[in-house]
């Protein structure tokens, strides 16, 4: 099946401590991007890739890093620097600008 | 900076009417505009893509038109039905502040519910 894969649906984080979202891509497309959404506001970017071993730092980048070692994956390390972390986290993927598409999400809530 | 505005945010309608979503955009230099459907909990659906040479799409009963010059787009739902419950939102593209990258920008969403 062809399509965008995150991991972990949810995810429980503690005081101080670094926690990774996986995103995944099988669509062969260039460009991947990381969304946060929170409970009354749009989506807003945190850090997109265009091409591999390259990436942009979005509207809310600080407390977050990347990296993009392959094509088919880009995942996002949340840091004890983000101080408000609890969100939903939404990762896309398409081809350079074109349609988006987004995978299911993960869910992160500091305990 | 781009901004992107929806309205109504919220709106409840009776199965089988028709019905009229906004979109809004201040920067008109955009290169296509696309809607997504968000269930809740869930990833966003893409329903459909406007480039911004395009005046309208259209895809079984959703209609999605482009006035670029106005700043405007409005998806517009035929028939309504309750699975069509959900938030609907509208995204822009175009290049970040330093010229040389493509990003979206959305809105904050329309809540629709249709009731039978």
């Known amino acids: 099946d062809g399509g965008i894969t995150q991991s972990p649906k949810y995810l429980f984080r503690k005081e101080g401590q670094n926690v990774t979202l996986s995103c995944e891509q099988n669509?062969?497309?260039?460009?991947m991007y990381w969304y946060r959404q929170d409970p009354g506001q749009g989506l807003r970017l945190i850090y997109y890739s265009q091409i591999v071993n390259d990436f942009q730092k979005g509207d809310i980048a600080e407390g977050y890093s990347v990296s993009r070692e392959k094509k088919e994956s880009f995942p996002l390390t949340v840091t004890s620097a983000q101080k408000n972390p609890t969100a939903f986290y939404l990762c896309a993927s398409g081809l350079v600008r074109t349609e988006q598409f987004f995978g299911p999400g993960t869910r992160l809530t500091v305990l | 900076k781009q901004e992107v505005t929806q309205i109504p945010a919220a709106l409840s309608v009776p199965e089988g009417e028709n019905l009229v979503l906004n979109c809004s955009f201040t920067d008109s230099a955009i290169y296509n505009l696309q809607w997504f459907r968000q269930d809740p909990g869930k990833g966003l659906t893409s329903l459909l893509l406007i480039q911004s040479s395009q005046r309208e799409q259209t895809s079984g009963r959703l209609n999605a038109s482009l006035d670029k010059s106005s700043g405007r787009s409005t998806l517009y739902i035929a028939a309504s039905q309750p699975g069509d419950s959900a938030t609907y939102l509208c995204?822009?593209?175009?290049?970040?502040?330093?010229?040389?990258?493509?990003?979206?920008?959305f809105g904050k969403g329309t809540l629709l519910t249709v009731n039978p």
């Open positions: 995204a822009v593209n175009s290049q970040d502040s330093g010229g040389s990258n493509y990003k979206l920008t």
């Open positions: 669509l062969n497309h260039d460009a």
